[in-house]
DNA sequence: ACGGGATACTGGTAGGACCAGTGTGCTGGA
DNA sequence: TCCAGCACACTGGTCCTACCAGTATCCCGT
């Protein structure tokens, strides 16, 4: 048995290769000139038949290598469209996608998604509460009383609704990693408790509740007042959620109540 | 011109489609039979050839869809591989993966970055010191008297020692998504902040300090202190990047500072 | 019994062919 | 002159065949 040669640190000094293929290559010269600026959003990449020519590759290659590119939401290619593939600009879908499957493929359970939720969302409140100007102050506060009239409509018209309450909170936090994780963790949420939830739609008192403790923490928002803010969104989805937890779980989410 | 016709919450009803490819449900299909757990870790796809036998498609739509699976990090192929595509398990990397490229393409700058890890990182943290037991208490301590030794070594000992540390304790605190997060935005603060600081690598003054902060949290830990510990290990981060960023920046900063 | 080569697979790549769309530009009619 | 409408060039989507370079297995000869 030979021995790997070892660095500094006692960790083995080689890792485990993989055989290059074709395809990686056009990849990371196309993700390189998009990552670079020299391509985009908007721009068009030559098509199919000019890249094979271009790198010298098959179309099958060139095919595999888009494919890969359109799946990480980098570019996006229509049938019979002149110019080839058109380049994206940025877009939580494809993080909102890689949480996703994190998450299902890591059987991440609604509470560990709830704890998530109250880490990322409470700090996004707490930033917009710092930082609001006038028109996010003014567009958050639109999507509330727009969740009050929809509170008189429907279920689903308050769900929509909320959401868009909750987009606006964050959009405002102007952190925008923290606001794709929020959106990710909402949908999540939303999507794991809706079997036993969702059926029925939120019974109305339950609304006027939602709209209660939104209201509070709208309240600390306009008076920025930081802390407190997190605190009572962190507090609003623990009460929400808390009840169909287990009592260990329960647990774990109150260490993170106070703020 | 025609009109939309309009939901009850005001936004359009129809939503933009995209032409069903055949690759596409190859991909879901076997996605979702890696989701519902009918192939696990491990387990093999059929061949290539095979599998277009089964789908009904030509062999380049089969290896499309392996390829944006691969993408994806839920499968890998090696060649001359009997038994087709290896399915892997869960994996960061994919998850990194997104982020990085949302980061990058988003022009996301150093400041969001670390003002995203001090709120990730820092519930870690205090999750750990509320809920590690003996063996993941023993691990983070082992970590942190291996950075002490590193410290003498070199600094690119003391760094790899430093992400250790981090791993341990984030991996202590239970929640995949949290640790999962706190890793990427480490990895892609060090790599932001590399041109300025890594040429010449932590001067031995930086690394003590290091040591004498990370032991201060690393104290609240032992101590199940939560909040102090978070709050500690959110100061870390402020202190020890906070003279690269601009007042502005900074402001924003602090208003994550307590907890 | 054992070593080594033939074999039957695997994925990687190339190249050709056809189809259904989409723009564009030209042509013919008003 | 202007415009409607058709032909054409080109796009991506899909299929097919073929070949290469690996790998694992099995069987045969020693």
Redesign the interface.
Known sequence: MTVAPR???G?PAFTSIT?VRA?EGVVSQIEEA??EGRLVAGDRLPSERDLMGQFGVSR?TV??AL??LE????T?SR?GDPGGATVL??S?G??T???T??????Q?GAA??I??RM??EG?AV??AA??HDESSLAAMEAAFEAMKV?AD??S??FS??DV?FHLAVSACS?????S??SEF?RDMVLHLTSENLRDSGDPPERMQETLRRHGAYLHAIVARE??RAEQLARQDLFDYYGGELTERERA?LE??L??
Chains 1, 2 share one sequence.
Do not use: D, H, W
Not at 101 to 106: C, D, V, Y
């Open positions: 660095s500094s640190a960790r055989p395809y998009i990552f099958g095919r595999e494919r890969v799946s990480n939401g980098l996006r049938p600009g940025q939580s494809r993080l996608k890689a949480l499957t994190f998450a299902r493929l890591g991440i560990e998604l704890e998530f880490v990322v700090s707490r930033l710092e930082l929809a409509e429907s689903e018209a929509a609704a868009s102007g952190n925008s990693l923290l794709a994780c963790s930081g802390r774990r260490i993170l106070m703020v």
